[in-house]
């Protein structure tokens, strides 16, 4: 078969179209490429968890994405679990912090202290 005249031909006399055709096979594979390198990565990032839902099997990469969408949102809904512990928490704290102000600031109005006053400020300080 005689070599094709598009590829013995200088760059500067094909046609865009002609370029764009040479250059989508390699453009395809990079972008293949770049697709398996970051699967690839996944699977070791996440290789203890893989080992722990299938282990000993091989796993195919749509298994892999499978799996990282999986424990992401696993992850994410433990993430809002914390997040709303917490808050309601400091929540919490807040409000019995504010309690704290208003019953001093009630309990400081009156000029003479009674024992019972005294007692729960001193509970309160404690």
């Given at each position: 078969?005689?070599?094709?005249?598009?590829?013995?031909?200088?760059?500067?006399?094909?046609?865009?179209?002609?370029?764009?055709?040479?250059?989508?096979?390699?453009?395809?594979?990079?972008?293949?490429?770049?697709?398996?390198?970051?699967?690839?990565?996944?699977?070791?990032?996440?290789?203890?968890?893989?080992?722990?839902?299938?282990?000993?099997?091989?796993?195919?990469?749509?298994?892999?994405?499978?799996?990282?969408?999986?424990?992401?949102?696993?992850?994410?809904?433990?993430?809002?679990?914390?997040?709303?512990?917490?808050?309601?928490?400091?929540?919490?704290?807040?409000?019995?912090s504010r309690c704290l102000q208003e019953?001093?600031?009630?309990?400081?109005?009156?000029?003479?202290?009674?024992?019972?006053?005294?007692?729960?400020?001193?509970?309160?300080?404690?």
């Amino acid at each position: 078969m005689a070599p094709s005249s598009v590829f013995l031909e200088p760059d500067n006399l094909l046609t865009p179209k002609e370029k764009n055709k040479l250059r989508k096979p390699v453009v395809e594979k990079m972008r293949r490429d770049r697709i398996n390198s970051s699967i690839e990565q996944l699977k070791l990032l996440l290789e203890k968890e893989f080992q722990r839902h299938q282990p000993n099997s091989k796993l195919e990469k749509a298994d892999i994405l499978e799996m990282t969408v999986s424990y992401l949102k696993q992850q994410s809904q433990l993430q809002m679990k914390r997040a709303f512990h917490k808050s309601s928490q400091s929540d919490f704290r807040e409000g019995y912090s504010r309690c704290l102000q208003e019953a001093f600031h009630f309990l400081s109005l009156h000029k003479v202290r009674t024992e019972t006053q005294t007692k729960l400020l001193s509970h309160f300080q404690k």
